[in-house]
Antibody, heavy 123, light 107 residues
Framework: QVQLQESGPGLVKPSETLSLTCAVSDYSVGSGDFWDWIRQPPGKGLEWIGSISHSGTTYYNPSLKSRVTILLDTSKKHFSLNLRSVAAADTALYYC????????????????WGQGTLVTVSS | DIQMTQSPSSLSASVGDRVTITCRASQRISNYLNWYQEKPGEAPKLLIYTASSLQSGVPSRFSGSGSGTEFTLTIRSLQPEDFATYYCQQSYNTPLTFGGGTKVEIK
């Protein structure tokens, strides 16, 4: 059973960088699949932030691309999210998830999710 | 970006009812459509992938259909644990996008 767990500060000041890590257990992040970040502002729907493949190729939402970096650390079994120059609109519940795409190219589905971590942007 | 439109945005139903939720894509997405269930305080849970494949462990009262631009999620006989918010999501291309959600409430 693949497990994912987000960690990072729950409060970030405006204009600073939001940094989160997702630890992956019982699965090697370098052996396959995509590793994604998704967020959900309070009371709103889900927004895809971006992903990184097991080989390190990244895909970002154009709406956030200029501010986002996703990295993969196969030795430490985690991947991370950096979102720069945050504002109040970045306040959200941030999820990490595995996007599984067996025989589907990159047309996968999110089959394992972390529990989510709430990040508030406020001074 | 591919826009995903769900309808209705909310519905009230009783235990035992048959419930159908529709998801429309702004362009053809083949069958690259997934459905998730979200309950308060929990991460979304995958129900259906590639439009009609039931995720392991998901009760068979859930089913999905459709292709191209129109898709449906059906709950054959609503159970108390099914009251939740449901989201569709396209994986045809990036940016991956979700529908706005359908909240299923108790009548």
């Amino acid at each position: 059973q693949v497990q994912l767990q987000e960690s990072g500060p729950g409060l970030v000041k405006p204009s600073e960088t939001l940094s989160l890590t997702c630890a992956v257990s019982d699965y090697s992040v370098g052996s396959g699949d995509f590793w994604d970040w998704i967020r959900q502002p309070p009371g709103k729907g889900l927004e895809w932030i971006g992903s990184i493949s097991h080989s390190g190729t990244t895909y970002y939402n154009p709406s956030l691309k200029s501010r986002v970096t996703i990295l993969l650390d196969t030795s430490k079994k985690h991947f991370s999210l950096n979102l720069r120059s945050v504002a109040a609109a970045d306040t959200a519940l941030y999820y990490c998830a595995r996007r599984h795409a067996p025989g589907l190219g990159d047309h996968g589905y999110f089959d394992y999710w972390g529990q989510g971590t709430l990040v508030t942007v406020s001074s | 970006d591919i826009q995903m439109t769900q309808s209705p945005s909310s519905l009230s139903a009783s235990v035992g009812d048959r419930v159908t939720i529709t998801c429309r894509a702004s362009q053809r997405i083949s069958n690259y459509l997934n459905w998730y269930q979200e309950k308060p305080g929990e991460a979304p849970k995958l129900l259906i992938y590639t439009a009609s494949s039931l995720q392991s462990g998901v009760p068979s009262r859930f089913s999905g259909s459709g292709s191209g631009t129109e898709f449906t999620l059906t709950i054959r006989s609503l159970q108390p644990e099914d009251f939740a918010t449901y989201y569709c999501q396209q994986s045809y291309n990036t940016p991956l996008t979700f529908g706005g959600g359908t909240k299923v409430e108790i009548k």
